[in-house]
């Protein structure tokens, strides 16, 4: 009978021992699961792996002095061509567009120094700015055109050997000008300069050639001439910020694919100006 006795409560006791194992293998198997639920989470916080001036946002510059490209309306807020193309690009991204004015010459410092997470404003790729930002793909494609009043018989960048040239601050043009003289006036927008233009002042001014264009559609008296170079205008972002360029690149491409910015460009030009000129 103790025998008995002795052999039921071994198996008792082997049946909670048993049991206590198999709930800590659950609590572990539990526990096991927590973390690959925080894992996820990590990974999904750590989706976006570029750095912004504001969480949640995409803040851009652009000069807001540049028609049509950027223009600042009567309550102080930029529209034009490169602000519709920055908030696609802001959507792409899953971002709020928050664009910042700044005067053309300082952007790209403004970019460089981490005020702004990229200028989206019409900057023109040169090897000198590339040693200060990266750029993206081109998502237009431009040019430096001759313009001047039109009782002039200037044509070409030749004609203008030692006379007065206007330029906007910070314009890569300004080494066209410097090739024919040491006459050169700047203001803080080409809009300024072709306005100055069409009063008397200066002999030429040297812009990119849909502004002239633009400018000349609205009335102002000005003459287009010799067309000196193609180009390619890119967004600018930080050098450190290169995962930021390629979400910008991969939203770039997809506004192309989908005919974003073919939209964008016939709404303001009447023609797609973001495809390479035959």
Known sequence: MKKLLLMIALGILMTFVAACGSSEEGEGGSESSGDTGESENENASESRDYELVEEGKFTF???????????TDASGEMEGFDIDVA????????LEPNPQKQKFASIVEGVKT?????????????????????????????GAQIFTRPDSDVESLEDLEGKEIA??????????????????????????????L?????????TDFLTGKEASGKGLEIEAKEMIERSEQAVAVAKEN?????EINAALETLRENGT????????FGEDITTVPE
């Open 61 to 71: 510059a652009a000069s807001g002095e540049f028609s049509p490209f950027s223009m």
């Open 87 to 94: 908030n696609a690009i802001a959507e792409e991204l899953g």
């Open 114 to 142: 981490g005020r702004f997470d990229a200028a989206v404003a019409s900057h023109t790729i040169t090897e000198d700015r590339q040693k200060e930002v990266n750029f993206s793909t081109p998502y237009y494609y431009s």
């Open 167 to 196: 330029l906007s601050k910070g314009s890569t043009y300004s080494t066209y000008a410097e090739e024919v003289t040491d006459n050169i006036k700047t203001y803080d927008s080409d809009v300024v300069a072709l306005q100055s």
């Open 198 to 206: 069409a009063k008397g002042r200066h002999d030429a001014v040297i």
């Open 242 to 246: 290169e995962p930021l360029l390629e």
């Open 261 to 268: 910015l073919t939209e964008i460009s016939k709404e303001y």
